[in-house]
Nanobody, 124 residues
Framework: QVQLVESGGGLMQAGGSLRLSCAAS????????MGWFRQAPGKEREFVAG????????YYADSVKGRFTISRDNAKNTVYLQMNNLKPEDTAVYYC?????????????????WGQGTQVTVSS
């Protein structure tokens, strides 16, 4: 069982930056692939970024590539999402998730545990 708690969301003007954090409970954090997803009102939850167990491999949605960076600190049981050059279309609730699958996937169904989400609002 893994419990995930996101933090760092807020209101930001377009062009600004935010860093989201996701703290995980338990001593098996490093055994999970981690991902960030987001969901805007009226839209389906979508993949944003994922990171392998060691942190050596990352994967991004095309919409955030070059602007967002996912990283993890296994000693602190925490995964981060650095978001730069924010755009109004980045407005959503952001969720972190943990997957026990062998390969990093971008589909929500591949993730076993989810946080409660943190709101990110970007004004134009």
């Amino acid at each position: 069982q893994v419990q995930l708690v996101e933090s760092g969301g807020g209101l930001m003007q377009a062009g600004g930056s935010l860093r989201l954090s996701c703290a995980a409970s338990g001593r098996t954090f490093s055994s999970y692939i981690m991902g960030w997803f987001r969901q805007a009102p009226g839209k389906e939850r979508e993949f944003v970024a994922g990171i392998s167990r060691s942190g050596g491999n990352t994967y991004y949605a095309d919409s955030v590539k070059g602007r967002f960076t996912i990283s993890r600190d296994n000693a602190k049981n925490t995964v981060y999402l650095q978001m730069n050059n924010l755009k109004p279309e980045d407005t959503a609730v952001y969720y972190c998730a943990a997957s026990s699958r062998v390969v990093l996937r971008s589909t929500p169904s591949a993730y076993d545990y989810w946080g409660q989400g943190t709101q990110v609002t970007v004004s134009s």
